[in-house]
């Protein structure tokens, strides 16, 4: 059974810093890229960030550029999103995901992706 599994979520006041991990099981990923997305409420689910099978590519929304950034260690199956400079907009539920087969570039919309984990929430108060 495949799982994404998202962890490192919390309450931290603006300016701080948060870095969200998601643990693959199930099938290696090595290959595949990842992606991590957020979605407040009321809104859409949003594109944060994207790394390639080899981490030489990473993609990230404008609004998170220079703040975030996105890693991989496909030894240890596992995906991290680091986060600085929070601000009271990046206040969503972040989910991890992982394309269904290889790719040499990583989706930036969530239809480009077919593994999903259960989210993890993080909030930022002013």
């Known amino acids: 059974q495949v799982q994404l599994v998202e962890s490192g979520g919390g309450l931290v006041q603006a300016g701080n810093s948060l870095r969200l991990s998601c643990a693959t099981s199930?099938?290696?990923?090595?290959?595949?890229?990842m992606g991590w997305f957020r979605q407040a409420i009321g809104k859409e689910r949003e594109f944060v960030a994207a790394?390639?099978?080899?981490?030489?590519?990473?993609y990230y929304a404008d609004s998170v550029k220079g703040r975030f950034t996105i890693s991989r260690d496909n030894a240890r199956n596992m995906v991290y999103l680091q986060m600085n400079s929070l601000k009271p907009e990046d206040t969503a539920v972040y989910y991890c995901?992982?394309?269904?087969?290889?790719?040499?570039?990583?989706?930036?919309?969530?239809?480009?992706?077919?593994?999903w984990g259960q989210g993890t929430q993080v909030t930022v108060s002013s």
């Open positions: 995901a992982a394309g269904a087969e290889p790719t040499l570039t990583p989706g930036l919309t969530p239809p480009e992706y077919y593994y």
């Open positions: 199930g099938r290696t990923f090595s290959s595949h890229a």
């Open positions: 790394i390639n099978w080899s981490s030489r590519l990473t």
